[in-house]
């Protein structure tokens, strides 16, 4: 079973790592990414480093995500208990 915890440290490390990639200065890795953090008015994504999100969560997590359900959330903490749901009903 995913624990909290461990969701949001591994989301926070795919975070980490497609923002670095994706633009081209870097981020600092504390305190700015917390389970409060919104995508994209904190880290300024938008919509493909989104979808480019949801593919790394769905790769690390062996998830299916339905785009749907994803595009309403916001927080790192909606996207937790999502990944927590989805991992219960496919396990």
Known sequence: MLQ??????????LLIELLKVNQ??????SPEITMETDLF????????EALD????????FGVSIKLEEAIAKKKIREFVSYVISLHKKES
């Not at 909290?4 to 490390?13: A, G, H, I, N, P």
């Not at 081209?24 to 890795?29: D, L, Q, R, T, Y």
């Not at 008015?41 to 493909?48: C, E, I």
């Open 4 to 13: 909290t915890q461990d969701v949001f440290e591994r989301l926070k490390s």
């Open 24 to 29: 081209e200065k870097s981020i600092k890795v």
């Open 41 to 48: 008015d904190d880290l300024g994504m938008d919509s493909v």
């Open 53 to 60: 999100l949801m593919s790394a969560i769905e790769r690390e």
